[in-house]
């Protein structure tokens, strides 16, 4: 027997590993599954849980009365026995005195152990967990407020075991998240995991698409892979633990997902679950939410790990979004996130770029000479304007109003040249149009959200397109199949219905070369027999002359006669037809000596028919049958050439399918690697329009502000600083 482990071998089903279990003391070389029990269907067969990559089935060992979870793989996984053993060796190093629960269930990887038909295949013994998926623990529990959210913090704790051993599921989802009885985690199916040992390694899978980033691609694999999955449970939990209501609202029954699908993730605009989450009244719901939404285009790489601070810092933010209900979801903190963030993730996020800091005075200072001189002469100057208006004075080209103007504008000169009138201006300016450089962060954001939903709409295409096209290279590949078959079996049946007619063609050429070899045996006798010989009766040698010359000497040299009318005579007469089918009259013979004639010529041919040749000789059969037989070994060759063309046809087909395929799946890969470029290129300008929006908040602030002590230096205020001093 074989091991079938290679990349070339074909894994079974998992119905053929159902049906080899049946028999368990024959398809198992481990001691302690030899004769376990497989828990069964109703029909009586091994119970399988199907995925893409195995089957897994549920054994009782009768040796040692253990219940072990067996997986058996249906497809080939590079480098899979490295990779378990990698897995194996890293969580059998783990203290589990320190981690939050019992989460790591053992298992043991078997190289070649099952055989199905003459081969054998490798299966993943692991522990049995009595416990039962996320999805039916909220099914049950969801009403649960206060056990929901229980459940969200030991979530929580699981992810920061595996960050801070550097592991990653790689599919963290409802499916492989156990709840034990105690309401404790169990994470199972570690196909696609990642520990440090697998470094530089691909990833074997992708994981569940609904929650997994649309930024993920197959080159992603490292200890980031869970960042944006746990981010999605999270907000599930929390969102569920404070409105039971949205399971109801949100999930479908025996959806895979809890709340988010990856439609969501794609498009979050047209989204109506993620709407409702964003809108959510509850300010963790909503913020979560709105923190999903960002995280979708963010690289894998630069998203933040979901780790919850201590419990005081938790406390303190709560406190503190409570006693700041207004600006505690929107405020960014140091880390650039929402202030309801705070002590939710760890401090290593994008920073919040700050303005540029523009000192602008309070009001007027010190007062300087041109301020003295001012406050002296504008009162005298309104002072003359009084008396010039009293006394009726006036001096062309002065007037009343001249010293009054002359006042004002000495005032308005004076604050000019004040330094904080001068540096409140510059500031205003420079705030001004730093805020015109910045974009509109509403007009960026729209603009990019149409740039995401034109490039999720073109994605979502070439999702459609691709499997189509390649549905289409198939179908041609079959059709050439299937015209190439058409025209064998056209060819074939030909060829065949020639062969076949071959035996009715010898048989054909033996009677005619027989008939030949005794029409020439009877013309021969005939020849023999000369009329001047042994004449017919009534024929003496005067006609057997006047015969011989009309070219009738034998009796083969006429086949009969024919009656013809004699009109002259009113008579009946009769001219000989010769053997080339020409006619004679010949003088002297009428119809009675035609007939005689006739007769004995009859008589004649009768006499040689007797003793004519009944058989072909061997050397006369020969030639005939070998004719025919080249004629058949060439009909058969060219039957097998048939075969050989339609080989060549299917070869010529698959080949333009293979290179179909092949042409298809680069540019495939070419695209994917272009979405990728883009999907990290809108996650980089996610990140920098949410720095630009801050910005332009806090350089719009900086500028009201301006304005605001600009105020402070207004004409009233400078005058109530020249006399009153502040």
Avoid at 46 to 51: E, F, K, M, V, W
Avoid at 539 to 568: C, E, M, W
């Amino acid at each position: 027997m074989g091991q079938a482990t290679g990349p070339q071998r074909q894994f079974p089903s998992g119905a053929e590993y159902a049906e080899a279990l049946q028999h368990t003391q024959l398809c198992f070389r481990h001691p302690e599954l030899q004769g376990a029990r497989p828990e069964l269907t109703k029909l009586g067969l091994p119970r399988a849980i199907s995925g893409a990559f195995a089957s897994v089935f549920s054994l009782t060992s009768d040796t040692s009365g253990r219940r072990y979870a067996i997986k058996c793989f249906t497809r080939h996984v590079p480098d899979q026995e490295r990779r378990y053993q990698a897995i194996s060796s890293r969580l059998a190093g783990l203290n589990r005195a320190e981690l939050s629960q019992p989460w790591n269930l053992g298992f043991e990887y078997l190289p070649s152990a099952i055989s199905v038909g003459q081969d054998h295949y490798p299966v993943l013994k692991m522990e049995w967990a009595e416990a039962v998926t996320l999805s039916s623990w909220l099914d049950d529990n969801h009403a649960h407020g206060f056990a929901v959210d229980r459940m969200a913090d030991r979530f929580e704790a699981l992810t920061r075991d595996l960050a801070a051993h550097e592991i990653a599921h790689g599919d963290l989802q409802h499916g492989n998240l156990l709840v034990a009885g105690d309401d404790t985690l169990r994470l199972v199916d570690y196909d696609g995991m990642y520990v440090p040992a697998l470094d530089g390694m691909g990833g074997t899978e992708r994981g569940h698409r609904n929650y997994q980033s649309p930024m993920r691609g197959n080159d992603d694999f490292g200890a980031s892979l869970d960042r944006f999955s746990a981010w999605v449970i999270f907000l599930s939990l929390k969102a569920i633990a404070s409105d039971p209501a949205l399971w109801n609202r949100l999930h479908e029954p025996s959806g895979e997902f809890l709340l988010l699908t990856e439609d969501d993730f794609k498009s979050p605009g047209g989204s109506t679950r993620l709407q409702t989450l964003l809108t959510h009244p509850d300010r963790t719901v909503s913020g979560l939410a709105d923190q999903v939404r960002s995280l979708a285009f963010q690289p894998l790489d630069v998203l933040p790990p979901l780790a919850v601070a201590a419990p005081k810092q938790r406390v303190a933010a709560t406190n503190s979004a409570a006693a700041a209900p207004d600006t505690a979801a929107a405020a960014p903190g140091t880390s650039g996130l929402p202030g309801w963030m705070t002590g939710h993730i760890s401090p290593q996020t994008t920073p919040t770029p700050t303005a540029p800091s523009d000192t602008v005075p309070d009001g007027f200072r010190t007062r300087t000479l041109l301020d003295v001189a001012a406050a002296v002469l504008c009162p005298l100057m309104l002072i003359a304007t009084a008396l010039m208006i009293v006394t009726g004075f006036s001096a062309s080209p002065v007037g009343p109003g001249v010293p009054a103007l002359a006042a004002v504008v000495l005032t308005v000169f004076a604050r000019s040249r004040r330094a904080e009138r001068m540096r409140a201006r510059a500031a205003l300016a420079r705030l001004t149009d730093q805020l015109a450089q910045l974009e509109d962060p509403l007009k960026a954001a729209e603009k990019l959200r149409q740039e995401r939903a034109k490039f999720d709409e073109a994605e979502a295409k070439r999702a459609v397109a691709f499997p189509r096209d390649q549905d289409k290279i198939t179908a041609r590949y079959r059709v050439d199949l299937k015209d190439a078959e058409k025209r064998k079996v056209r060819k074939q049946r030909d060829i065949n219905r020639q062969i076949a007619g071959l035996t009715g063609e010898l048989t054909s050429a033996l009677t005619k070369a027989l008939t030949d070899k005794q029409s020439v045996y009877v013309r021969d006798q005939l020849s023999r027999r000369l009329i001047a010989q042994s004449p017919p009766t009534g024929i003496g040698p005067k006609l057997a002359s006047r015969l011989a010359a009309a070219g009738i000497r034998t009796a083969a040299d006429f086949t009969g006669y024919r009656p013809v009318q004699n009109t002259h005579y009113n008579s009946t007469g009769a001219v000989l037809v010769l053997s080339g089918g020409r006619v004679v009259d010949v003088l002297g013979i009428g119809e009675t000596k035609a007939i005689a004639l006739d007769r004995w010529r009859r008589q004649l041919v009768a006499a040689a028919q007797a003793r004519q040749p009944v058989s072909l000789s061997e050397s006369e059969r020969q030639p005939i049958e070998q004719s025919v037989a080249r004629r058949r070994l060439h009909l058969i060759a060219r039957r097998d050439e048939v075969e050989s063309e339609t080989d060549a046809l299917r070869a010529k087909a698959r080949k333009q399918m293979v290179d179909g395929q092949d042409r298809l799946s680069r540019e495939n890969s070419v695209a994917g690697d272009r979405a990728r470029q883009q999907r990290q290129d809108f996650g980089r300008r996610t990140v920098g329009l949410q720095q630009n929006s801050a910005l332009h908040e806090t350089l719009s602030d900086s500028v009201v502000a301006a304005k605001l002590r600009q105020r402070e230096l207004s004409l009233m205020c400078y005058l109530r600083f020249l006399y009153i001093g502040r």
